[in-house]
C-alpha cells in the first residue's frame, strides 16, 4: 500500500472516492440473473465504506503459559470501548507512516474512536504528499516529509508501509533509549528472532521491554482470535483451515480491479474482466493462489499462517497447522473455516462458553435463524465474528467452527493500536523525558 500510494504516476492511480456502477445492459441480464447482480454489487457497496462499530475489546495481558493449555479462559480480560482513557495520566506524541493508505486510515480511525492518549499526531510521507493536511479528531494534520530523525521524535510510530521501507527504518527508529517504540504491520520482522509477533489478546505481555513490535498476518489474527479459547480449554493439537479472502487483502488496487472489473462484465462490456492485480480475473471466480508458490506446494500465504500460529501461540517449531488460501470476489473481510483437532475431548456447550467470554470475539451462532458470521456483518466491526460450531465427525476431539472478521481492523490497524495499548499498560510505551 505504502509503495504504491507513494510511489506510483498520478496517471495510473485511479479515482476511489465513488463506487458507481451503470444499469445493468440487456445483453449482461442475459448472462446473470438479476439476484446474482444485485447481490454482487450490493456487496460491494455495502463492505466499502462504513463506521467501526463502538462494540470493541480491551484487555490486560494474562500470565498463564502459552504452551499448556488450562481449564479457564483468563478472568482479567474484559471488555470496554474507551479503555485507553484510564490507560496513563500522560499523553503520547504518536507516528503514523503511511497514513494515506487503506490500513494507515484505520489507524487513525482507531486511535480516535478508542481515546488513545494522544498528546500530538504527526504523519509521515513522501515528498508527493508533503504538506497535504489531513482531518481528524487530533485536528487537521499536515503531512511531513518522512525522516529517520522526525520519526525518532515521536514516542510510538506505527509503520503501514511495505516490507522493504520497514526494513530499510524500522529499526533505526526505535535504536537506543531516545528512539520511539515501533508497531510493524509488515511482514518484514515477524519471524525474527527476538522481536514479538503479538495478538494482544494471547500474548500481549510479550511486548515487554521492546522497543519493535511486528504485527500478524491478518489471516492469522482473525483466525486466532478463535482458535486462541479453545487452546487455553482442549489443548490444541493440530489445526486445518482454509480461507476465503476478500479483494481488499490486495490492498486498493484489488478493491479497484473488482469493482471495475464487476462493472465491466455486468455492463457488458466484457465477458471475463481483466486482471493486472490478482492472478487470474476476480470478479465471479476464485482464485486458490495468494502470494507465491513454495517448494512444498503451498502458498507463502499460507505458509504464514502455520509459521505465526506457532510463534504466537507459543507452540513447538513442527506444530502440524495446515491451510488453504483462497481469493474470493468480495470488497472486505476475510473468512475462515476452521477443523481444530485437541489432545482433550471436546465439549461444544464449553467450547460456545469460551467464546462467548473471551475478548474481541462476537459468537453468531443460531442457525434456526440463519445466523452466523458473514463479511457482510463482519466488515466494520472491531470484534471478529465466530459461529458454525459444532463438534467434527471426521476426527476425535475435534471442532469445526466459520470465522468472519475485518482484516484491515482486527487483522491489522487495531490490532496495532491494542498492542500500543498495553505497551503502555505494562509500562514499555510511555513519553518521552522533555529534554
Same mark, same amino acid.
Given at each position: 500500500?505504502?509503495?504504491?500510494?507513494?510511489? /506510483?504516476?498520478?496517471?495510473?492511480?485511479?479515482?476511489?472516492?465513488?463506487? +458507481?456502477?451503470?444499469?445493468?445492459?440487456?445483453?449482461?441480464?442475459?448472462?446473470?440473473?438479476?439476484?446474482?447482480?444485485?447481490?454482487?454489487?450490493?456487496?460491494?457497496?455495502?463492505?466499502?465504506?462504513?463506521?467501526?462499530?463502538?462494540?470493541?475489546?480491551?484487555?490486560?495481558?494474562?500470565?498463564?503459559?502459552? #504452551?499448556?493449555?488450562?481449564?479457564?479462559?483468563?478472568?482479567?480480560?474484559?471488555?470496554?470501548?474507551?479503555?485507553?482513557? %484510564?490507560?496513563?495520566?500522560?499523553?503520547?506524541?504518536?507516528?503514523?507512516?503511511?497514513?494515506?493508505? $487503506?490500513?494507515?486510515?484505520?489507524? &487513525?480511525?482507531?486511535?480516535?474512536?478508542?481515546?488513545?492518549?494522544?498528546?500530538?499526531?504527526?504523519?509521515?510521507? +513522501?515528498?508527493?504528499?508533503?504538506?497535504?493536511?489531513?482531518? %481528524?479528531?487530533?485536528?487537521?494534520?499536515?503531512?511531513?516529509?518522512?525522516?529517520?530523525?522526525?520519526?525518532?521524535?515521536?514516542?510510538? &510510530?506505527?509503520?503501514?508501509?511495505?516490507?522493504?521501507?520497514?526494513?530499510?527504518?524500522?529499526?533505526?527508529?526505535?535504536?537506543?533509549?531516545?528512539?520511539?517504540?515501533?508497531?510493524?504491520?509488515?511482514?518484514?520482522?515477524?519471524? =525474527?528472532?527476538?522481536?514479538?509477533?503479538?495478538?494482544?489478546?494471547?500474548?500481549?505481555?510479550?511486548?515487554?521491554?521492546?522497543?519493535?513490535?511486528?504485527?500478524?498476518?491478518?489471516?492469522? #489474527?482473525?483466525?486466532?482470535?478463535?482458535?486462541?479459547?479453545?487452546?487455553?480449554?482442549?489443548?490444541? +493439537?493440530?489445526?486445518?483451515? +482454509?480461507?476465503?479472502?476478500?479483494?481488499?487483502?490486495?490492498?486498493?488496487?484489488?478493491?479497484?480491479?473488482?469493482?471495475?472489473?464487476?462493472? /465491466?462484465?455486468?455492463?457488458?462490456?466484457?465477458?471475463?474482466?481483466?486482471?493486472?492485480?490478482?492472478?487470474?480475473?476476480?470478479?465471479?471466480?476464485?482464485?486458490?493462489?495468494?502470494?507465491?508458490?513454495?517448494?512444498?506446494?503451498? %502458498?507463502?500465504?499460507?505458509?504464514?499462517?502455520?509459521?505465526?500460529?506457532?510463534?504466537?501461540?507459543?507452540?513447538?517449531?513442527?506444530?502440524?497447522?495446515?491451510?488453504? $488460501?483462497?481469493?474470493?470476489?468480495?470488497?472486505?473481510?476475510?473468512?475462515?473455516?476452521? &477443523?481444530?483437532?485437541?489432545?482433550?475431548?471436546?465439549?461444544?456447550?464449553?467450547?460456545?462458553?469460551?467464546?462467548?467470554?473471551?475478548?474481541?470475539?462476537?459468537?453468531?451462532?443460531?442457525?434456526?435463524?440463519?445466523?452466523?458470521?458473514?463479511?457482510?456483518?463482519? %466488515?466494520?466491526?472491531?470484534?471478529?465474528?465466530?459461529?458454525?460450531?459444532?463438534?467434527?465427525?471426521?476426527?476425535?476431539?475435534?471442532?469445526?467452527?466459520?470465522?468472519?472478521?475485518?482484516?484491515?481492523?482486527?487483522?491489522?490497524?487495531?490490532?496495532?493500536?491494542?498492542?500500543?495499548?498495553?505497551?503502555?499498560?505494562?509500562?514499555?510505551?510511555? #513519553?518521552? =523525558?522533555?529534554?
Amino acid at each position: 500500500i505504502f509503495r504504491r500510494s507513494f510511489l /506510483a504516476p498520478k496517471a495510473q492511480r485511479k479515482n476511489t472516492s465513488k463506487w +458507481s456502477f451503470p444499469s445493468i445492459s440487456k445483453k449482461s441480464k442475459m448472462k446473470f440473473n438479476s439476484a446474482a447482480a444485485l447481490l454482487a454489487v450490493g456487496s460491494l457497496a455495502t463492505t466499502y465504506g462504513f463506521t467501526p462499530s463502538s462494540s470493541v475489546s480491551s484487555f490486560t495481558s494474562h500470565r498463564q503459559s502459552l #504452551a499448556r493449555p488450562s481449564a479457564r479462559l483468563p478472568t482479567n480480560i474484559q471488555h470496554t470501548s474507551r479503555s485507553a482513557t %484510564t490507560l496513563s495520566m500522560s499523553t503520547l506524541k504518536v507516528g503514523i507512516v503511511g497514513a494515506t493508505g $487503506a490500513v494507515g486510515k484505520e489507524i &487513525v480511525g482507531c486511535l480516535e474512536k478508542r481515546d488513545f492518549p494522544v498528546d500530538s499526531l504527526r504523519i509521515f510521507g +513522501s515528498e508527493r504528499s508533503a504538506g497535504k493536511e489531513v482531518d %481528524t479528531k487530533f485536528g487537521k494534520v499536515k503531512v511531513e516529509l518522512f525522516s529517520e530523525d522526525a520519526a525518532r521524535e515521536c514516542d510510538v &510510530v506505527f509503520l503501514a508501509v511495505d516490507g522493504d521501507f520497514s526494513l530499510a527504518h524500522a529499526e533505526n527508529i526505535c535504536a537506543g533509549d531516545d528512539g520511539a517504540v515501533v508497531i510493524d504491520n509488515s511482514s518484514a520482522f515477524r519471524y =525474527k528472532e527476538g522481536i514479538p509477533l503479538v495478538v494482544p489478546e494471547i500474548n500481549a505481555e510479550a511486548t515487554k521491554g521492546k522497543k519493535l513490535i511486528a504485527n500478524p498476518n491478518c489471516t492469522t #489474527a482473525i483466525g486466532l482470535m478463535a482458535v486462541w479459547p479453545l487452546h487455553k480449554l482442549f489443548g490444541l +493439537s493440530k489445526m486445518i483451515m +482454509s480461507t476465503y479472502q476478500a479483494a481488499s487483502g490486495a490492498g486498493q488496487p484489488g478493491m479497484d480491479e473488482l469493482k471495475e472489473g464487476t462493472r /465491466a462484465v455486468l455492463s457488458g462490456e466484457r465477458d471475463v474482466a481483466e486482471n493486472k492485480i490478482f492472478a487470474h480475473p476476480l470478479p465471479f471466480n476464485v482464485i486458490p493462489h495468494i502470494d507465491k508458490f513454495m517448494e512444498n506446494g503451498y %502458498t507463502k500465504e499460507e505458509m504464514k499462517v502455520t509459521w505465526e500460529t506457532r510463534k504466537i501461540c507459543g507452540l513447538a517449531d513442527d506444530f502440524p497447522v495446515s491451510c488453504t $488460501a483462497v481469493r474470493i470476489p468480495t470488497a472486505r473481510a476475510h473468512s475462515e473455516s476452521i &477443523v481444530a483437532l485437541f489432545e482433550n475431548p471436546v465439549d461444544v456447550a464449553a467450547a460456545r462458553k469460551a467464546l462467548e467470554e473471551a475478548p474481541g470475539v462476537k459468537l453468531v451462532d443460531d442457525v434456526d435463524n440463519m445466523k452466523y458470521p458473514m463479511p457482510l456483518t463482519a %466488515t466494520g466491526q472491531y470484534d471478529i465474528e465466530v459461529g458454525r460450531l459444532r463438534e467434527n465427525i471426521a476426527f476425535d476431539n475435534a471442532l469445526e467452527f466459520f470465522v468472519c472478521g475485518d482484516q484491515l481492523l482486527r487483522g491489522a490497524a487495531l490490532n496495532a493500536v491494542l498492542v500500543a495499548e498495553a505497551m503502555v499498560k505494562n509500562g514499555s510505551l510511555k #513519553a518521552k =523525558k522533555a529534554t
